[in-house]
């Protein structure tokens, strides 16, 4: 199992850019596809983009497709999420996930994911 820490989170105004970075330990990171997801104030948590084993797989929500970009470095044990052209409605906090997985694939349902971080917030002003 691993355990998960997020950064990067803060206020940018619309239009700028944040990296998110979720932190792993545990030495079988490469065995888990990694999900991003956030829950904006009054809402459900939903989707955002998960990646596999490696950047072969890659899925995105419609709302970020473009924008945001997922990857991963395996030897840092580490997951990133690259945001630009943010707008208001990004404002979340964002989750970092892993789910355990036998096969090299990406996954956007939640209750898939064994393990959860902390999350961040991320806040964009207009």
């Known amino acids: 199992q691993v355990h998960l820490v997020e950064s990067g989170g803060g206020l940018v105004q619309a239009g700028g850019s944040l990296r998110l970075s979720c932190a792993a330990s545990?030495?079988?990171?490469?065995?888990?596809?990694m999900g991003w997801f956030r829950q904006a104030p009054g809402k459900e948590r939903e989707f955002v983009a998960a990646?596999?084993?490696?950047?072969?797989?890659?899925s995105y929500d419609d709302s970020t497709k473009g924008r945001f970009t997922i990857s991963r470095d395996n030897a840092e044990n580490t997951v990133y999420l690259q945001m630009n052209s943010l707008k208001p409605e990004d404002t979340a906090v964002y989750y970092c996930?892993?789910?355990?997985?036998?096969?090299?694939?990406?996954?956007?349902?939640?209750?898939?994911?064994?393990?959860w971080g902390q999350g961040t917030q991320v806040t964009v002003s207009s």
């Open positions: 545990g030495r079988t990171f490469i065995s888990y596809t």
């Open positions: 990646i596999g084993w490696t950047a072969k797989y890659t």
């Open positions: 996930a892993a789910r355990y997985s036998r096969y090299d694939s990406t996954s956007a349902v939640q209750d898939e994911y064994d393990t």
